[in-house]
């Protein structure tokens, strides 16, 4: 299921196939493309997407001979969505991958992600290491002691969140969903596609060293303030190809945004199962991250996010790239070629 030629001599991609894998205890969405007896490269993206906010990389690495595989995780796309908060435990997700990765063979993978996604993947990589050869994480530090506002909130840049004006810095956000978890879902949810297209911007070099309007959550009384529903906002096209970002906007539809914010909500248990991995967390496989140097939330550039990372990764490579959050979606041709070179300098 590997590229081919056409009669015209150009290289066809490889088609995304749908796929639902279901287990007694979750139902996992996912699509694949590339030589099914090819290496296996799984892909997991964060808040708020879906399996196809990777596209352009898979079917990159499926012309490579990559046998890829993107599922939507639990709470989004076509995956089972439970009703309980404590459903989005991180534990819970990696079960669905490890479940996954046995019904896809078994064989050691290299793992991709994004936002979220690194949070699942380095935890899988921390806690089953036999099921990866690498890890990719693009945009999220790896946090060993498990991701979480106390894990975080400690590695604030205080130059620019003084602790007496901005307590959680740029996380502010994220205690906003611990705080006020249904009006946090109903701003999200009174214009969905409007929310997604608003969330889904290109990084801007202006708000390096500045204040994230993440930060400010709390005090404009949530997301979008005192309207409380996002501003009509057009997608951007450059990011997410019309007709996938028209599924995406579908998808919320069908769950609305509880599940993928549950999320947030899972602390505690979150903190204790990154605590039982071996090793406080090591990853002895090798490692890129991949920093958004224009990313408010989470860029380790001139601050300690990625101290714990690099403490816990000994074959660690890092690169950036001049770009914000969503480098899947912002720089999709130099990831493909960053992930590329790391592939060929570990010889995997």
Known sequence: MGSTASA??????????SRIFSTPRHNTHYIECGPADGPLMI???????????????MEAFAADGWHCVAPDLRGFGGSSAP?????????????????????????PAIWVSHDWGVVVAAELAA???????????????????GHALRTVVPLVD?????ADQYPDGQWDYYRYYTTHFDAAVADL????????????RPGDPAGIGKVSPNAMVTRNGGRFGAAHRAPP????PALWPPEDFGVLVQSFNAHGFRPSCAWYMNDDANVAYARKARGGGRLAQPVLFINGDFDQICSINGNRQGDPMRAACPDLTI??????HWLPLERKAELILAIRSWLRSRKL
């Open 127 to 145: 806690h089953e290491p036999d099921r990866s050869r690498g890890v990719v994480l693009t945009s999220l530090a790896y946090q060993p002691g």
């Open 158 to 162: 205080r130059t620019i969140y003084p």
């Open 319 to 324: 690169t950036s790239f001049p770009a914000g």
């Open 8 to 17: 015209t001599g150009q290289t066809q991609a490889s088609p995304l196939v």
């Open 83 to 107: 009703a309980a908060n404590d459903a989005y435990a991180i534990e819970e997700v990696v079960a669905d991958m490890t479940e996954l990765h046995d019904h896809l063979g078994g064989k």
């Open 233 to 236: 906002t057009q997608p951007d």
């Open 189 to 200: 949810d009174a214009d969905k596609a409007a929310s997604l297209a608003s969330i889904f």
């Open 43 to 57: 892909f997991l993206h964060g808040w708020p997407s879906i399996s196809l906010m990777w596209r352009a990389q």
